[in-house]
């Protein structure tokens, strides 16, 4: 033992996506954080995940956070290029990443279609697919699922716990107790942290004492609005749009976030607060979710599992249709008078949704709502900048839908729930923000330093490493 204990990140480092962070031990060991893909356009994304900046063959364990891709979406190519290891996470996160990733391979295997069909030749577009369906068949079998809250051997001098995250279903907020020269260090990850009181899953669970935090910063500068006003807002958008006959389309992630606006909106028609109009979900991998969804109930909050012990299936109500074909999808198209369309994917980069706002966002009758976060340069961002005319599937666009932006859908904590979490623990000596756009970490650091004099706060830059103790 005459190492230090090190950290370096890979990637969401003064950005959001490509969660992968490498925590290295006084006796030697080497635990991966994550092994997330980078998002956003894809000739900017492709490049950042050709190359890890690691040796994959060197790391001893790998836990995951939760199933969002920009935390798990290149463990296929770890595998593929040299880890045979375990990888631990929640059981719930274990089911829902067998969908997750081989819709993740599916997508990477229809952009080398598009990249051969329009004969594009720069070297970066050529590095697509990162990995196919057999490189993630082969990584599942990696996974070992663990219950909350119990301890359980990583490495001879590293033990782990997962906690309850309330990020998203199965999420977890990870914590190693490392054996150093000095005694145990105890190290928090955060992974995404979600918010309280959120429909469907738990509150993200609290940690008393640690020395080392490394904690998101998504939302380090922002408040969300009360959900209160979500639910006024989603009354009138809908009521409105439907008087006038035009579409409601939902561009969301397949995996909480749709699931979350079935419910709202189930909530609402119950309520006779919106009209009865039927709800499409038109997303093959949202409907798998929601399955694993059914078949976990123990990851509900009390109100979800009095729910699914009076009606069985949660998510199934007269008014609810989810499309599997592509034929079924097709036939949206065709649909007459108002609707709800949610579908895929949720920065509107790829998936049904483009089809979906090709034919509609001209058309003034029609909404748009933007649940979710967007990157930059992605489509939804563009939409949620108010760019007037957009590229969707290589044609341009007036964006004459009328548009909405819900921010405080988000499965991520705010500002104030960020402040409060970080304070809530004791002992810490030094807090590394990631998972933040830099205006955003920045702020949260400033607020970090005055409510926690005794602790250093880093805002790590990707690949540089830093010494923990
Ligand atoms: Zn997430
Ligand atoms: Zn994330």
Do not use: W
Request: charged content about 30%; overall charge negative.
């Amino acid at each position: 033992m005459n190492q230090s204990l090190k950290l370096t990140c890979f990637g969401a480092a003064g950005e959001v996506t490509g969660s992968k962070h490498l925590i290295e031990t006084p006796a030697g060991s080497r635990i991966l954080l994550d092994c997330g893909m980078f998002q956003g356009r894809r000739e900017i994304a492709t490049e950042k995940n050709c190359c890890f900046g690691f040796d994959p063959s060197t790391i001893d364990a790998v836990l995951l956070s939760h199933a969002h891709i920009d935390h798990s979406g290149l463990l296929p190519k770890l595998g593929k290029e040299g880890y045979d290891g375990p990888i631990y996470t929640s059981k719930g996160t274990q089911s829902l990443s067998e969908p997750m990733l081989l819709d993740s391979a599916h997508i990477q295997q229809e952009d080398e279609r598009f990249v051969h069909k329009h004969h594009i030749e720069s070297p970066i577009e050529k590095k697509v697919p990162l990995y196919d369906e057999d490189d993630v068949i082969k990584v599942l079998k990696q996974f070992v699922g663990k219950p909350y809250d119990e301890r359980f051997r990583l490495t001879d001098d590293v033990d782990a716990i997962l906690h309850d995250a309330g990020h998203v279903f199965g999420s977890e907020i990870i914590v190693l107790f490392i054996k150093t020269p000095e005694g145990e260090r105890k190290l928090v990850f955060t992974g995404d942290l979600g918010r309280p009181n959120m429909p469907i899953i738990q509150d993200p669970t609290l940690v008393d004492e640690a020395d080392f935090l490394i904690c998101e910063s998504t939302y380090g500068d922002r408040m969300h609005e009360r959900v209160a006003e979500i639910e006024d807002d989603l009354k009138s958008i809908v009521t409105r749009t439907a008087k006038r006959g035009g579409k409601i389309l939902i561009p969301a992630f397949a995996l909480e976030r749709t699931q979350e606006i079935i419910l709202r909106l189930e909530n609402l028609i119950h309520k006779r607060d919106i009209p009865g109009l039927r709800i499409y979900v038109d997303s093959p991998l949202a409907g798998k979710l929601t399955q694993v969804f059914e078949q976990h109930p123990e990851y509900y909050d009390e109100e979800m599992k009095k729910r699914s012990e009076e009606h069985g299936k949660v998510f199934s109500f007269a008014n609810l249709d989810f499309t599997e074909s592509v034929d079924e999808s097709k036939k949206l198209n065709d649909l007459r008078g108002p609707a709800i369309i949610i579908a895929g994917s949720g920065m509107c980069e790829n998936g049904r949704i483009r089809h979906h706002l090709k034919n509609h966002i001209e058309d003034p009758m029609s909404s748009i709502l933007i649940v979710g976060y967007q990157a930059e340069e992605t489509l939804g961002r563009k939409l949620v900048k108010g760019e007037k005319r957009v590229r969707i599937l290589g044609r341009e666009y007036d964006v004459k839908a009328e548009l909405h932006v819900f921010t405080s859908l988000s499965a991520h904590a705010d500002m104030n729930d960020l402040d409060a979490y970080v304070k809530h623990i004791r002992g810490l000596k030094k807090i590394f923000l990631v998972h933040g756009e830099e205006t955003s970490r920045q702020a949260f650091a400033k607020r970090v330093e005055a409510f926690y004099p005794g602790a250093e706060v880093i805002l790590p830059e990707p690949k540089m490493t830093y010494e923990m103790a």
